[in-house]
């Protein structure tokens, strides 16, 4: 029997796309949801189909309200009731001082990063809720060491934007464990995925990855990883919880 059906936002690639092999492989069906690849999110799906479980990817900018309300309606009427969320969608933008961001860019990303998550997570305690006729659930969120480290020079924008959702998760944690709920978050670190490409800086995890206690870069399955255990009942007494990924960063 599997465990359930899971929502993985952003889950065509890097992260998503790791935590979603893995989760398939724990018995999990997953909904991939993308913004953009159709083609990277059917190959993904056809992963997640290979091991067994069962798959689907859904289109949806998790900025907007009713892309949000279509996944989640969409993967419970094809999958089954959704007893898990991975926050993982968010973009970034090229590196630069705050003084010179623009107002636009500073919104796109509070607006997938902050705003769209909020959303997502309150779709998901509405939908998982003992009170409401759920079944309980767990949602992980994926933050950002930058929650921590401020991004000075780089990304504050982003940074904020992550440090929002590690108070999401500790606030959420609290109201929603009498609900059947866990909500915790994983920090990544320096990990080696193409959002730095996105950022103008395609080699900036291995480039600081040395300077890390471990010495390296991580990867994206190394956070999948703990995603996977987050979403399972071998942390059954874990909520409220940020976990670090970083390498000691």
């Known amino acids: 029997m599997g465990n359930g059906t899971a929502i993985i936002t952003g889950g065509s690639r890097g992260i998503g796309a790791a935590t979603a092999r893995l989760a398939a492989a724990a018995g ?3 909904c991939v949801n993308y913004a953009r690849s159709d083609k990277a999110a059917q190959a993904i799906v056809a992963e997640v189909e290979a091991t067994g479980a069962r798959g689907l990817a859904v289109q949806a900018d998790v900025a ?3 892309d949000i309300l279509h996944l989640f309606d969409t993967a419970a009427e094809q999958l089954g009731p959704v007893t ?15 003084a010179e961001m623009s107002a636009e860019r500073i919104a796109r990303i509070l607006a997938v990063n902050t705003y769209g998550a ?5 779709e998901a305690v509405r939908r998982m809720a003992k009170s409401r006729g759920g079944q309980g659930g767990v949602i992980v969120n994926v933050s950002s060491m930058a929650a921590r480290l401020g991004s000075p020079n780089e990304y504050v924008d982003y940074a904020a934007s992550k440090g929002a959702i590690d108070t999401l998760t500790v606030g959420l944690a609290k109201e929603v464990g009498n609900e059947g709920i866990r909500v915790n978050a994983v920090r990544p670190g320096l990990i080696d995925t193409d959002i730095h490409a996105d950022g103008g800086a395609p080699d900036r995890a291995h480039r600081l990855g040395v300077s890390t206690p471990m010495g ?12 996977v255990w ?16 970083s390498g000691g960063r």
């Not at 987050?230 to 990924?245: F, P, R, W």
């Open 118 to 122: 909020l959303l997502c997570a309150r």
């Open 230 to 245: 987050l979403m399972s009942e071998k942390s059954a007494y874990v909520t409220g919880a940020c976990i670090d990924v």
């Open 216 to 227: 390296r870069a991580g990867t994206a399955e190394e956070v999948a990883e703990t995603i």
């Open 64 to 66: 907007e309200e009713a």
């Open 28 to 30: 999990w069906d997953v």
């Open 84 to 98: 898990a969320l991975v926050n993982n969608a968010g973009v970034i933008a090229p590196q630069m001082r705050f």
